[in-house]
């Protein structure tokens, strides 16, 4: 069976060319426009709101990283120096302060002339020293003291690696010993870090 097409023509007036010109007009200068007023506040808003989200988060990504950073210097200082007195029964016994701390810190530390003692990131310095313990007659520990650390580092510095040592002090206050039963109290270690403007931290091990 053969199926015969039919195909129709539909006039078309000059008054329907105008309209379709008119309708093609009217599209493409919408194109053109661009962004509406709400549009163009949506992207401001966005921009605003990225801006002060960076200046909220890159402080606190300033100190984690100085902080982890210095954390790692004084964790790797105690490790040092663990090493190098292993079985020696005192701390200061034929080796030099001015050796330890070359041998406990790293090179890039050493870096004012006319010193001896390391610096630390925020201008202070970092030393060490043994501590006598009365009971024994001797120094069967030491400390690593760092000086000028600000008070939102210091909160930081103390919660992330106080467990490694036996003891901690804020400007001469312990805010945790586990030889004497000071636990770790985090609202403790804040007054003591905030109590000035900046703070020195000793952190004490036995040998």
């Given at each position: 069976?053969?199926?015969?097409?039919?195909?129709?023509i539909?006039?078309?007036?000059?008054?329907?060319?105008?309209?379709?010109?008119?309708?093609?007009?009217?599209?493409?200068k919408?194109?053109?426009?661009?962004?509406?007023?709400?549009?163009?506040?949506?992207?401001?808003?966005?921009?605003?709101?990225?801006i002060?989200?960076?200046?909220?988060?890159?402080?606190?990504?300033?100190?984690?990283?100085?902080?982890?950073?210095?954390?790692?210097?004084i964790?790797?200082?105690?490790?040092?120096?663990?090493?190098?007195y292993?079985?020696?029964?005192?701390?200061?016994?034929?080796?030099?302060?001015?050796?330890?701390?070359?041998?406990?810190?790293?090179?890039?530390?050493?870096?004012?002339?006319?010193?001896?003692?390391?610096?630390?990131?925020?201008?202070?310095?970092?030393?060490?020293?043994?501590?006598?313990?009365?009971?024994?007659?001797?120094y069967?520990?030491?400390?690593?003291?760092?000086?000028?650390?600000?008070?939102?580092?210091?909160?930081?510095?103390?919660?992330?690696?106080?467990?490694?040592?036996?003891?901690?002090s804020?400007?001469?206050?312990?805010?945790?010993?586990s030889?004497?039963?000071?636990?770790?109290?985090?609202s403790?270690?804040?007054?003591?870090?905030?109590?000035?403007?900046?703070?020195t931290?000793?952190?004490?091990?036995?040998?």
């Amino acid at each position: 069976m053969i199926h015969q097409l039919s195909f129709y023509i539909i006039p078309v007036t000059q008054g329907d060319i105008k309209e379709m010109k008119k309708t093609v007009l009217t599209k493409s200068k919408k194109s053109k426009k661009g962004f509406s007023l709400l549009e163009l506040l949506l992207v401001l808003s966005i921009i605003a709101a990225l801006i002060v989200s960076a200046f909220v988060v890159y402080p606190k990504v300033q100190i984690m990283y100085r902080v982890d950073k210095i954390g790692k210097v004084i964790l790797g200082a105690k490790s040092a120096i663990q090493e190098l007195y292993k079985g020696r029964a005192e701390y200061d016994r034929g080796i030099s302060s001015n050796e330890v701390m070359r041998i406990a810190f790293p090179d890039n530390v050493f870096r004012v002339k006319g010193t001896s003692l390391p610096q630390n990131d925020y201008g202070g310095t970092y030393s060490i020293s043994g501590q006598f313990a009365s009971t024994l007659g001797s120094y069967s520990g030491f400390s690593i003291d760092i000086r000028s650390v600000p008070s939102g580092d210091c909160i930081r510095l103390v919660s992330n690696i106080h467990g490694a040592f036996q003891s901690v002090s804020i400007n001469a206050v312990t805010v945790f010993s586990s030889n004497t039963n000071v636990p770790y109290n985090p609202s403790v270690v804040m007054e003591a870090c905030n109590k000035y403007e900046t703070a020195t931290i000793q952190f004490t091990s036995l040998m």
